[in-house]
């Protein structure tokens, strides 16, 4: 039996699921923006052997760029996952039942669902486009994949084209809407099982035209009432172009003790 060892020393390709962070990306206007700065350049302190540093720091929100939701992010009627009390679990400060710290990495089995191609529109579905489970079962048929085989289930709609556009505004889409699955599109997700599910776009789900992030039905679908972990701000054109479906998924947010959601970059591992 080949061992994992082997078949890594034998190569394998990575595809880089996570966008770069970079001052004035796009993001919702409800979290801090990333911000990046220089403390100390090259020349500010010089060492007697003639050596210098930079270094730097960076600010943001833990759901600004690719990051994963988790459990403790959404509450529904007061309650998190598991019918904590949202109130008592985060008591100085940090949610230490349900935070970020409690994501385990991941080195799992994958699924892209590219729903975009599927249903015919391979440069992106439109604007406000509601993704539902006749779309997902379609999507699923055309491809041949079973998504109750993978851990994680990604999801494309195509609107990750927008993430570098000179307008941050068109990728956020507050006016236009995003599309992705509502509550429906959700709920088929959550019936496979899976650990993880992600997107390309800002929030994951639906946004409709105008509304902004004023209802997340799926966020409380998948984090509250089935515990699966969301990821955001996925860029999946890679995998798209490229026609691959299925893959093995690699996946460690950095380790925040209680915070509500973590910057992730995630990476689809192939054969050659």
């Not at 949610?95 to 699924?111: C, N, Q, S």
């Not at 019936?191 to 993880?196: E, G, K, R, S, V």
């Not at 390309?200 to 699966?228: K, Q, S, Y």
């Amino acid at each position: 039996m080949t061992s994992l060892f082997d078949i890594v020393a034998g190569g394998v390709e990575v595809v880089d699921l996570g966008r770069p962070y970079r001052i004035g990306m796009p993001q919702s206007p409800n979290h801090p923006p990333y911000w990046h700065a220089l403390p100390r350049r090259h020349g500010d302190m010089v060492r007697a052997d003639g050596g210098s540093a930079a270094n730097d720091m960076i600010v943001l929100g833990t759901h600004v760029g690719t990051h994963v939701d988790a459990l403790a992010h959404v509450s529904h009627d007061g309650l998190l996952h598991g019918g904590l009390d949202a109130t008592e679990e985060c008591v100085g400060g940090r949610f230490m039942t349900l935070g970020a710290h409690t994501i385990p990495p991941m080195v799992t089995t994958g699924i892209l669902l590219d729903v975009a191609a599927a249903l015919g529109a391979p440069d992106g579905l439109p604007a406000g486009y509601e993704i539902t489970p006749e779309d997902l079962d379609a999507t699923a048929r055309a491809q041949g994949v079973d998504p109750g085989t993978a851990r994680v289930l990604l999801v494309r709609s195509g609107w990750g084209r927008h993430f570098d556009d000179a307008d941050p505004a068109t990728y956020v889409g507050r006016d236009s809407g995003v599309p992705g699955v509502g509550e429906a599109g959700a709920r088929w997700l959550a019936a496979h099982a899976p650990l993880a599910v992600g997107a390309d776009t800002i929030a994951f789900e639906r946004l409709a035209p105008g509304a902004g992030h004023g209802l997340l039905p799926a966020h409380r679908v998948l984090l509250v009432e089935h515990g699966v972990y969301l990821m955001e701000a996925l860029d999946l054109e890679e995998l798209a172009a490229r026609g691959v479906h299925r893959f093995v998924f690699a996946f460690a947010p950095l380790n925040l003790v209680g915070a509500t959601g973590a910057p992730v970059r995630p990476l689809a591992v192939l054969e050659p």
